[in-house]
């Protein structure tokens, strides 16, 4: 099975709140992430031409921002993958048949503030820092701005958090405008490649004037 027929039977599972396509988070982009009104819940996908390479990295970008985390493989993926994950983190297998659950995600207590502000855009972050009496971060790049919240404790990680759901959430209709815009193009662009090439019709020689002898 293939990234987007699994995609294609994990959707119908995300109830309420939204679900976002490829959030950049950390040094790498979760698949999927389910937003609710009360957490985010990333999840990767590992189709049967995938590798687990870059599992531990993932996982290490995952475990920051993420409320729960969970993995949907394929059956060829599971045996390989369950030693590089860690209890906490939730498991789906992927098959023709459907998805179904090998282990259910857990509470995430390895949240931190700057990876879970670091999924927003730095006016975003900067707005909220200022919303809540602090001063002086207007000028600041995002390095500084997630350095301010790593040691800003008197920030509530849950306050926080709520304020990235509500602006991910906003910002989907975006999202979505962007995403069918793409989408469009790649159709616009691949029409073009289809589209035969009419050889051009080379003009034809004028007969050349011979003299009459006289």
Not at 66 to 72: A, E, G, I, K, N
Not at 76 to 82: R, S, T
Not at 135 to 155: C, K, Q
Request: with cysteine.
């Amino acid at each position: 099975m293939n990234d987007p027929e699994i995609r294609a039977l994990l959707y119908p599972l995300l109830q309420g709140g939204v679900y976002v396509d490829e959030l950049p988070t950390g040094s790498t982009r979760v698949d999927v992430v389910h937003i609710t009104e009360h957490f985010m819940h990333g999840y990767e996908v590992k189709g049967d031409g995938d590798t687990l390479q870059r599992v531990s990295r993932q996982l290490a970008c995952y475990a920051c921002a993420y409320d729960l985390v969970t993995f949907v493989v394929t059956e060829k993926h599971l045996l390989k993958v369950l030693p590089l994950l860690p209890e906490w983190v939730g498991i789906l297998v992927a098959s023709p048949a459907g998805l179904h659950l090998h282990r259910p995600a857990l509470y995430n207590a390895s949240v931190e503030r700057a990876a879970v502000a670091d999924l927003l855009l730095l006016e975003e972050v900067r707005q909220f820092l200022m919303a809540r009496g602090m001063t002086g971060v207007s000028l600041l790049r995002r390095r500084e701005v997630l350095n301010v919240l790593r040691t800003a404790h008197s920030i509530p990680l849950s306050a926080l958090a709520q304020y990235v759901r509500a602006q991910l959430t906003a910002r989907l209709p975006q999202r979505l405008e962007a995403r069918a815009e793409r989408k469009a193009e790649r159709q616009r662009l691949g029409r073009l490649r289809r589209k035969p090439k009419t050889k051009r019709k080379k003009p034809r020689s004028q007969p050349k004037a011979t003299k009459r002898p006289t």
